[in-house]
């Protein structure tokens, strides 16, 4: 009775279902497309140059999350709306298969029902409503734009990037200068701290933390952002020791191995001896909870504590802090020869 049926489901067992699902990927109006990390724990999503995304530069073997660094094959970067679309698309195709079988077959036992016969038993298919299927559309374009240093692909996010989602190359400039905005933002945003929150300790330890991580955050920034361009333009093939760059005086030296500069280059002696106050204050905040010892004294030349004594932080020194770290590595990209 049912045998187009059989033959279509013995034919679809054989044979994978081909559904074509070119449309299920659309172009925004910057020609970017969504993608979406896999990793089930950060599902970032974000966009890539169409161009880029399908050419040489993403490979099929490995694409990059840019948030997460997670890597896995190019195909495994849908989102989930792009999903949702390819298995409805599917879904149709199989139901008209289906549909269309039971409908020949029906025709076929209906017309081989004798048309005198004393019991005659016609087959009716009755097809349910079919859902319309949507095609997906490209989300809004994303402000940030980042184009990676070594591939050149374009990518947009909403939020932070570290890697390059066609190189896995972290984004070691634009990182750096993200981390630097984000202190900025937060210093900037002090005063609606202590208007917004109404007990005067408690608004005030805010601020003092903000200011606190503020002033760590523009150093590890720094640091990576040292370490990243050495790896990857220094002429020297040496491996530094594991946060060397924490450090003005070794990193400077290192620098200077590498690129034939030192730090003074950039900055003036009074400005370097200012950022290695704030430098070995960052350590002090990471390791002794901001209290003064003898090694502080030392290394900074900071002769306005004694030891035992805790230090203190105002919004100009992260300020100043943030600039002249900024100029420093202004510098250092030139010397490496990378666009800042
Ligand atoms: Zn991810
Ligand atoms: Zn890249």
């Given at each position: 009775m049912?045998?187009?049926l ?9 044979n994978q279902?081909?559904?074509?699902v ?12 969504d993608?979406?990390?896999p990793?089930?724990d950060?599902?970032f999503?974000?966009k890539v140059?169409a161009a ?5 530069k993403?490979?099929?073997?490995a ?22 679309y ?9 139901t ?6 039971m409908?020949?077959?029906a025709?076929?036992w ?5 048309r ?12 349910a409503p ?16 980042i184009?990676?240093?070594?591939c050149?692909c374009?990518y947009?996010?909403v ?10 190359t972290?984004?070691a400039e634009h990182v750096f ?13 002090l005063p ?20 606190e991580?503020?002033?760590?955050n523009?150093?590890?920034a ?5 370490e ?13 020791r594991?946060?060397a760059f ?9 620098w ?10 950039h900055l ?8 290695n106050?704030?430098?070995?204050q ?8 901001g ?29 100043r802090?943030l ?13 490496a020869?990378?666009?800042?």
């Amino acid at each position: 009775m049912f045998e187009k049926l059989i033959r279509e489901l013995e034919q679809l067992e054989r044979n994978q279902l081909k559904v074509d699902v070119t449309d299920s990927v659309p172009i925004d109006l910057e020609g970017y497309i969504d993608r979406e990390c896999p990793a089930s724990d950060c599902l970032f999503t974000f966009k890539v140059l169409a161009a880029d995304w399908w050419s040489d530069k993403v490979k099929d073997e490995a694409a990059y999350c840019p948030f997460c660094g997670h890597e896995a094959p190019a195909r495994s970067w849908f989102t989930t709306e792009q999903v949702e679309y390819q298995k409805a698309k599917a879904m149709g195709v199989l139901t008209n298969i289906i549909d269309e079988a039971m409908e020949a077959d029906a025709s076929e036992w209906n017309q081989r029902q004798r048309r005198n016969a004393f019991i005659k038993i016609t087959m009716n298919v009755s097809k349910a409503p079919r859902e319309v299927i949507l095609p997906v559309s490209a989300a809004d374009p994303m402000r940030l734009k980042i184009s990676c240093e070594k591939c050149a692909c374009q990518y947009a996010v909403v939020g932070s990037a570290f890697f390059c989602p066609a190189c896995g190359t972290s984004a070691a400039e634009h990182v750096f200068r993200q981390s630097l905005s984000a202190v900025r933002a937060s210093v900037a945003s002090l005063p609606a701290v202590r208007a917004s929150v109404s007990d005067a300790d408690t608004a005030e330890n805010l601020c003092r933390l903000i200011l606190e991580a503020g002033l760590q955050n523009v150093v590890m920034a720094f640091q990576r952002f040292a370490e990243a361009l050495y790896e990857r333009h220094s002429r020297t093939h040496k491996k530094p020791r594991r946060n060397a760059f924490q450090n003005l005086d070794e990193g400077s030296d290192l620098w200077k191995e590498a690129f034939g500069t030192k730090y003074d280059v950039h900055l003036s002696e009074i400005d370097l001896s200012a950022l290695n106050i704030f430098f070995q204050q960052r350590h002090l905040l990471a390791h002794l909870e901001g209290i003064i010892d003898q090694k502080y004294i030392e290394k900074s030349g900071d002769t306005r504590y004694l030891v035992g004594q805790r230090i203190v932080l105002r919004q100009d020194s992260v300020l100043r802090c943030l600039e002249l770290t900024e100029n420093l590595a202004r510098g250092m990209a030139q010397d490496a020869g990378v666009q800042f």
